[in-house]
Structures are given as structure tokens and as C-alpha cells.
């Protein structure tokens, strides 16, 4: 379906469409487009001229990107074009889906009611993201914090220890040379540790490009599920917003899979609009995607059903943040524990390891 843009202040007629300018690599960040969003849609809750409007912030805003986007934007409606052609102008500058929503929230004349549910959303979703680099701060920093205390025991406690068990010429136990020859080597252990944490974040930064990576991203402990269901609420609540506001479906399902950056996602949504486009009804075609979740299928089918695929989605988007939460509270719960049990075991074992020697050394010297 063809949305059509109703008469408005912001819509006035125009009799021909410039080819958009190229901003190649110009794109701006989720945070600046949101904040982008965020300005235009204060100045028309408040009734300001937009052109002068946005000049005026952008001449307040730190990142030059989004100077550049107010600025370009502001010069757009200066010369006549409306809105939603100002944003075809700069529309490289803004994330396709972001755009998406931003034009139809003009033409449904309800713009400053879609930013707020979109700021809303990201809102919800930014905490969501907090969340996880917090928990993710704790392992490292543990990691870290042992590689330190290791580093310090060679130097001051278990290199006397080695010094008396090669004065005593001591017979060692497996345990204690594994010990010994471990520490020995701490310095190469701690440059495998920092090689391994950063493949690690290699791997959750490149998760993205990768559908292969990002399967092996899904798999990591505790964090992989975490992670899963945060970008199925993405998508859910980003399609539902674009669904409840007259965004066509096929064009929806591959905007909020593209915002998702999951490769796997992607090609899996294009399968099913492909299917949708063929008259398939769309539950049941996600249903047979076994790359998808079944929830999110029953959901979207119980929505067609209904009529009300938009709500349907949005109730999958807050489904699966409820279980990212319910995921996050219990990594929250275990991580700490978990790793002060392994961090105990781990020193408690160089020291069973140093003591067992020193025992016999002591009976023999009785």
C-alpha cells in the first residue's frame, strides 16, 4: 500500500525532486538521529519554524555530524521543499529505518507521537545495552585483577618456593610441577589471556559482519542468550512502531532486520517477505523458518489473525526484553559468585600446590 502525504504547513507542493547528495560514510549514529528526531519534533510541539529552529540547535549540538544534518536539513525547507523531501535530501545521513519512520510519522500527521514511541524504545533498549557492558565489565575486570595477582605471587612467593624445593632437591608432586612450571611461564600466560579476551571482543564486535560469528557470539555463556533476545526485541519493536504507522510490511520487516545488524536475521526476513509477497501469511512462514524463533512466529500469527500485526509485534518486542532482562538479572546473580568461586579455586590450588612439597620437607627435617 501506497501511503499518500495529507495537505499540511509542512507539505507544500513541489514540481520537481533534485537527486539526493551523497554523504558517503556521513552516517549518523542511532544517538544522533535519535536526537535529530528529538528537535524536530520539540520545534513542532511548540509551533517554531523549523528552518530557523534547527539552525538555532544544531549551533548547540557537540557532534559535527548532526550540526551538519540540522544545518542541511534547515537549508532544505529554507528552500521550499517539505519535510519529507527534506529528509529524501539528507536521507543518507540517517539510518534507513529511522528514516522510514520519521516520513510516515509526517504523513500520518502524528510525527511528534512516533518520535516519542521511538525514543521510548531506543530508551528502553540503550538500558538494555548498559546493562550488558556492565556485566561484561566484571569478567574482565577479575581476569585482569588475578593476571596481576599471579604476576605478583611468581615474583615474591612462588619463586622462593621453587629456590627451597631445588635446595632440598624435594621429589614433587604432579600437581606442584604443573604449578611451577605454569608460573614460570606467567608472562606467557598472561599474553594468551590478552590474546584470548581480545578475540573475544573481536568477536562481539564483528558479530555483526558475520553470520557465522555472530552464531559463535550467541553460543558465549550466559551472554550469547542475553544477546540474542535483545536484538529479537529490537526488531519486534522497531517492526511494530513501523507497522502501526503505515509503513508497508515487506518494507518494514527488512528496515527494523537491517537495524538489528544480524546477518542471519536478514537473510532469514528476506526469505519470509519473499513468501509474504507470494500470499503465504507470514506466521506461518516464520514458523517454518527454524532460524527464528517459534514464539515470534505464534505471536505474529495470533496478530494476523487479529488484525493487529503492529500490536502483535510490538507485544513479541516486549516479550523478548522481559526475557533479556529475565537473562540479565540471572547473569547478574551468577557472575559474581561464580567467579569468586573460580578466582578461590584457582589461588586455593597454588597453594594446596606449594604446601604439599613443604609437608614431607618438614617430616623429614623431624
Known sequence: MTLQAPKSPWDPPMPEKPAPRSWFGQQLSEQDAAELAKQIALLAERGLPLPAGLKAVGEEQSSPKLRRALRELADQLDSGKSLVEALDQVGPLVPPSFRALLVAGVRSGRFVEVVEEYLHHRHRLADLHRRMRNLLTYPVLLVIVCMGALVVMEKFVISQFRVIFDDFQAALPPLTEGVLMVSSGVAYFIVGAAIALFMMWILLLLGARSAFRRRLAYRLPLVGRLWRFTVLAQFSRLA?????????????????????????????????????????????????DRSLPAGLAQVIAWGEDRDALGESLLLAGEMYEARAVGQLTFAAMIAPPLGLTITLFFFGLIVVALMMPMIGLIEKLA
Not at 240 to 267: C, W, Y
Request: hydrophobic share 45%; glycine share 12%; charged share 15%.
Open 240 to 288: 511494530g512502531l513501523l507497522v502501526r504507522h503505515g509503513v508497508p510490511l515487506p518494507d518494514t520487516l527488512h528496515l527494523a532486520a537491517a537495524a538489528t545488524g544480524d546477518p542471519e536475521l536478514r537473510r532469514s526476513i528476506g526469505q519470509v517477505v519473499n513468501s509474504a509477497l507470494a500470499g503465504k501469511p507470514l506466521g506461518a512462514r516464520l514458523a517454518a
